[in-house]
């Protein structure tokens, strides 16, 4: 790792720090940061310095955009999802630059953070796949628990629509899914 990887990684983690939800006793954006840098080193080993601070960034200070400050209803939850990742952005792009990363390097990781070429760029792809592990390993059990079987079939298959042929192979073999929700993840 580089210093100023090691730099902006740190500046990430200090924000998100100060998070006020607590997920057993641990600031949720620092976990999630946590949780995001250790999938993505499992997944993808050979991850550029971009792809990895996009990671650990996917929801810095996550906390400061509230989703009850948007209208309800997926139009509302779309424009809270929009303004984060350009939130997102911004924040990991201030700390990019004050650790010397060039423009082509800030405008790649705001990408990968706003979600530009998902489908068609391999690294926002990656930056997805990861998202989407980190989701399935983590908030998939506690957010089931909450909803009903028609919303957890419709979250499920918009997760794995969301994800790589390789990434929704790679799901199947890793995580034990009930047949209905695995099918989701078929070629």
Known sequence: ????????????DAANSQDPNLENGTPEALLYGQRMTAEL???????SEELQIAARGQHVERWKLKRSEYPEGRAGYLAW??????????VVM????DAGYDHEQLETASQMLRKQG????????????????VFLKWYFQPFA?????EKIQR?????ARKMSSDGRAR???????????AAAFQP
């Open 41 to 47: 080193e499992r997944l993808f080993p050979n991850a």
């Open 1 to 12: 790792m580089t210093a100023r990887m090691q730099l902006v990684l740190d500046a990430i």
């Open 155 to 159: 979250i499920v298959e918009k997760t």
């Open 145 to 149: 628990a909450k909803h009903s079987s």
């Open 118 to 133: 998902i489908k068609r760029d391999a690294e926002v792809q990656a930056l997805e796949d990861v998202i989407c592990f």
């Open 94 to 97: 201030t700390y990019m630059k």
């Open 171 to 181: 799901a199947l073999r890793e995580f034990d899914l009930p047949e209905v929700l």
């Open 81 to 90: 999802r929009k303004a984060q990742g350009e939130f997102h952005a911004k």
